[in-house]
């Protein structure tokens, strides 16, 4: 069978593990070939390139979108012409566009990195460093982070700022805020990359030892900091293995199979994977998945 897969340009660590996450999955089965497509930078050029692969007739084509509206039209003419489509991450505008959907949970994300520093800390001034401001899943880590810190009363948020997912602006809105806030006990950034930058201002600023920092993603660097140092104490993972899994649920969707294991001869429309903290207890577990 052959299984179609477009993504956008690997311009992020994240994104550049998707298209090899989906390569190793492919390279599993002996009755898969992979159709791979990496756009540069904008929605148009990979929508052309989806043009290409449903004119190939694939059995199952995969979808990471660079802007889920922007490509909805496209992935719903590959469903129009019989072709399945899995909607990986970033949700398409409408579910017509698309059989299954397999993506990360980003108010779990923000849940998890919430509980995890609410329990570290019990009492104490908190700052949250978010990726884009206005993203859907800006406003979902957000919402969970705060909803897991209301199991904790007597930890304040006293700060939280945009960073655009840049080491560079990570370490601006840092600094900033360290001028104006004289006491930080903890800091949840929502991507590990930009944590870089976080990192750097603290370390500038001699905070090193006042307050830890929890990322978000699941970087290799990050999770050998969390092993070797004490001011990462964890990050809240959002995995590009996903990638795999969204072939692996090709290959089945192409079957003609459901999940068998949990008695559903149907595919699910929709699977969201979960995220977890990783720290110093488990980091063993998940090195080998990160990025």
């Known amino acids: 069978m052959t299984i179609g897969f477009s993504s956008p340009g690997a311009d992020h660590g994240w994104v550049a593990e998707i298209g090899k996450n989906a390569k190793k999955a492919a390279a599993k089965w002996a009755d898969v070939e992979l159709l791979l497509t990496e756009s540069n930078a904008t929605s148009a050029e990979q929508v052309a390139q989806v043009e290409t692969l449903i004119n190939r007739k694939p059995d199952v084509l995969v979808i990471l979108p660079q802007e889920g509206q922007a490509l909805t039209a496209v992935a719903r003419r590959a469903m129009d012409a019989g072709i399945p489509v899995i909607n990986l991450d970033r949700i398409f505008d409408s579910p017509l566009a698309y059989r299954t959907w397999v993506g990360g949970d980003n108010y779990g994300m923000g849940a998890a990195a919430g509980e995890f ?13 978010q990726g884009i401001s206005g993203l859907q899943l800006t406003k979902e880590r957000s919402q969970g982070f705060a909803d897991a810190l209301k199991k904790y009363p007597d930890v304040k948020l006293v700060a939280q700022q945009a960073a655009n997912f840049t080491p560079d602006t990570g370490e ?3 600094s900033q805020i360290l001028q104006g806030q004289p006491k930080i006990d903890a800091v949840w950034t929502h991507d590990d990359d930009q944590g870089v930058g976080v990192e750097a201002a603290i370390r500038n600023a001699g ?3 006042r307050m830890f920092l929890v990322g978000g993603g699941g970087t290799r660097a990050v999770m050998t900091k969390i092993k070797a140092e004490n001011l990462w104490k964890g990050t809240a993972l959002y995995l590009p293995t996903m990638s795999g899994t969204a072939v692996n649920i090709a290959r089945l969707i192409a079957q003609g199979r459901g999940l068998e294991e949990a008695w559903e001869l149907e595919m699910p429309n929709y699977i969201q994977l979960r995220s977890a903290v990783v720290d110093k207890t488990n980091v063993d577990k998940y090195l080998e998945f990160s990025f």
């Open 172 to 174: 601006k809105v840092m």
């Open 207 to 209: 905070w090193q030892d």
């Open 117 to 129: 520093i609410g329990k570290t800390l019990k009492a104490g001034n908190v700052v949250e460093i």
